[in-house]
């Protein structure tokens, strides 16, 4: 299973960007899908989590900002990022749990490779 981010990069204060998460390989389901980031000398944060069901969450300093939302066909997440602040300046990580289509059937968490997210003053 592979996941890759796309969507990254440089904006001003002020504005959107939104990433995508696709996953590949032998899937039979993805149970959830976060959304990390990782800011330079800071520890990785769980930024938001949308589970099979449809429920979301999110850290506090994205609530009203950020929307994480999932096409289950496609394998692939995204995560909108709206009145971006230079403080979400970080590589975000998209992360899957995964039931796997192998016999027996496996629960893994795969990460991708991350995105970079500048965000200027």
């Known amino acids: 299973v592979q996941l890759v981010e796309s969507g990254g990069g440089l904006v001003q204060a002020g504005g959107s960007l939104r990433l995508s998460c696709a996953a590949s390989g032998s899937i039979f389901s993805i149970n959830v899908m976060n959304w990390y980031r990782q800011a330079p000398g800071k520890q990785r944060e769980l930024v938001a989590t949308?589970?099979?069901?449809?429920?979301?969450n999110y850290a506090d300093s994205v609530k009203g900002r950020f929307t994480i939302s999932r096409d289950s066909a496609k394998n692939t997440g995204y995560l909108q990022m709206n009145s971006l602040k230079p403080e979400d300046t970080a590589v975000y990580y998209c992360?899957?749990?995964?039931?796997?289509?192998?016999?027996?059937?496996?629960?893994?968490?795969?990460w991708g490779q991350g995105t970079q997210v500048t965000v200027s003053s």
């Open positions: 949308i589970t099979s069901g449809g429920s979301t």
């Open positions: 992360n899957a749990r995964v039931l796997s289509t192998s016999t027996p059937p496996l629960l893994f968490d795969y």
